[in-house]
């Protein structure tokens, strides 16, 4: 008797999902020495943001963010960097990642797991909290984008090329709609003509890539019923046309969402940097 496959634990499956195991490691690692650190830290004497324990995690946070915001530095120097061998890009992408997950922790063990007094530093903490949170977020997006339109999807799509795809696509239906009886030509024109005008972005997409596109082209098998054999042909290529620009607004959303994430996120970390290095002048200058 053949023995059961166990299933693979939790932290399997973690170290499954993940680009570099050994970067989780460390960083699960670091993060326990942090903490531990803390507690210790915490029963010798009060942490606060302007004593030796509260400056040490701050500084140290500071790097961190500083190294993490280096990875933007490296993507546009691409070919500098391998001239100079500054190492491959994904090293600098998983320290952009831990590093700068492990900077968040670190703030909030300079300022005693304390809220901010002050405007400078509210700030700072709202910045910090939030790009990380959206690192991680982008780096969810990344995966999930590609994997559910791989998935789901018959065609692949250069965002940049969306606005002449569509244009293609009008233009073969206006053609083919010509040679159409009346029932096709009327269906096309209360149901796809405005759908097949532009780009049509819809939030169902990010639900369920699927299903939002079968249940519109249903409409399609009501007219078939009714129509002989040569406007079944017709009606058939003009069902692909209008599912072929379905993918694409399908596309157009998802991409859009992962283009969104980086104008938000890219921005208010360079914002934060900035931040960083007035809140250290301030603290050394003071």
Not at 128 to 152: F, R
Request: glycine letters at 6%.
């Amino acid at each position: 008797m053949a023995a059961k496959k166990s299933k693979p634990t939790l932290w399997a499956r973690i170290e499954k999902s993940v680009e570099s195991p050994r970067w989780l490691w460390t960083f699960v690692i670091a993060t326990a020495v942090c903490l531990l650190a803390y507690l210790l830290n915490a029963v010798i004497a009060e942490i606060q943001p302007y004593n030796w324990w509260g400056l040490t995690y701050g500084t140290l946070a500071s790097l961190l963010m500083g190294g993490a915001g280096l990875y933007a530095v490296r993507r546009r120097m691409t070919k500098t960097a391998l001239q100079r061998r500054f190492g491959k890009a994904q090293p600098w992408l998983q320290f952009h990642l831990y590093g700068g997950t492990l900077a968040l922790l670190l703030t909030f063990m300079h300022s005693g797991f304390k809220l901010p007094t002050g405007v400078l530093t509210w700030w700072l903490w709202i910045l910090t909290i939030y790009v990380t949170l959206s690192g991680i977020l982008g780096v969810l997006l990344q995966k999930w984008i590609p994997k559910i339109l791989a998935s789901g999807l018959a065609m692949e799509v250069v965002y940049e090329r969306i606005p002449e795809l569509i244009d293609e696509i009008r233009g073969k239906c206006d053609k083919l709609i010509q040679t159409c009886a009346d029932p096709v030509k009327d269906f096309y024109r209360k149901n796809l003509a405005i759908a097949l005008a532009t780009v049509q972005p819809r939030w169902i997409y990010c639900v369920d890539i699927t299903g939002g596109i079968q249940s519109r082209v249903k409409q399609f098998d009501y007219l078939r019923r009714f129509l002989p054999a040569d406007e079944k042909d017709k009606l058939d290529r003009l069902e692909t046309y209008y599912r072929t620009k379905l993918e694409i607004d399908a596309h157009y959303t998802l991409q859009t969402a992962l283009r969104w994430w980086m104008y938000t996120h890219v921005p208010l970390s360079l914002v934060l940097l900035i931040l960083i290095v007035f809140h250290l002048f301030a603290v050394l200058y003071y």
